[in-house]
């Protein structure tokens, strides 16, 4: 399938659609923004990565527009400052806290500034400060003074089913107070419900002056369907579930077999044969 015509924006998510598994921008990655540029096609990353942990990304690709870290929580500039931000509600801050801790998972707290954890040697840990390339602070409890400057808080655990449900609990006490949904297959995050994909699009389309009929849309988590309902065209990644595959308009290849490059060309410019990685 193609692009429809008049693509004047290609908002792609980071982790599992823009990056390899191993967190690496290719060359083929690079060249596609930059022929996206050349043909007058503005792009943008979301991420539920603190704005911070998207910084290492800004000048390979040459950002400028604004960036949305945390899911849409706070949209940033080129240079990390703050355009807009969306902290949770406290008492749903709180109870979401203890929704996650009664489904046994663990639990980080983002602010603007700061990731907060309660150990070091937790799941994913060490992953995320890799990834994000920034430490999170050990704190031994997470009071009202953290929880008041809350832009995300996440549920961490590698039972999956675990996550999943805790996705459903979360969604059902709080309803419309907040934004939750699996970011990973072992994350769940929640946020102000005006802080999700799908509300991205919306964002960037006032800021850009972009209908977001004209928005093309990547992603390959149950998060990112939002954004695909709110733009124009949508690409799921081919490491992507057939629950996400189903509701875009299109499927590219896997991040690791240069799938983000492959939709640009393939939909986006409607150029030539797809990259393939070399063995």
Not at 191 to 205: D, E, F, I, R
Request: one cysteine or more; charged letters at 20%.
């Amino acid at each position: 399938m193609k692009a429809p015509h008049g693509i004047h924006l290609f908002l792609a998510d980071v982790d599992g659609a823009l990056v390899t598994r191993d967190k690496i921008l290719t060359e083929a990655a690079k060249a596609a923004v930059h022929e996206l540029r050349a043909a007058g096609i503005a792009f943008a990353i979301t991420s539920g990565r603190p704005p911070r942990g998207m910084s290492m990304l800004i000048e390979p690709l040459a950002l400028t527009g604004p960036i949305a870290g945390f899911n849409g929580g706070v949209f940033v500039n080129a240079d990390l400052s703050v355009i807009e931000s969306h902290t949770l509600d406290l008492a749903a801050a709180r109870q979401t806290l203890a929704l996650i801790l009664e489904q046994a998972l663990d639990v980080w707290v983002y602010t603007e500034t700061e990731w907060l954890i309660r150990d070091h040697g937790a799941p994913h840990v060490a992953r995320e400060a890799w990834t994000v390339q920034f430490d999170a602070r050990v704190v031994p409890e997470f009071t009202d003074a953290h929880l008041a400057h809350a832009v995300k808080i996440v549920g961490i655990s590698d039972n999956l089913d675990a996550v999943a449900a805790c996705e459903r609990v979360v969604q059902k006490a709080l309803g419309g107070r907040v934004s939750a949904a699996r970011s990973q297959p072992y994350y769940v995050d929640v946020t102000h419900p005006q802080a999700n994909k799908g509300m991205v699009v919306t964002t960037l389309s006032k800021h850009l002056n972009i209908p977001p009929a004209q928005i093309a849309t990547m992603g390959d988590m149950p998060n990112d369907v939002l954004m695909f309902r709110k733009s124009g065209f949508s690409i799921a990644m081919g490491n992507a579930s057939d629950e996400v595959k189903a509701q875009a308009s299109a499927v590219t290849d896997s991040n690791e077999n240069e799938g983000f490059a492959n939709a640009v060309r393939r939909f986006i410019l409607r150029r030539g044969a797809p990259i393939v990685e070399e063995p």
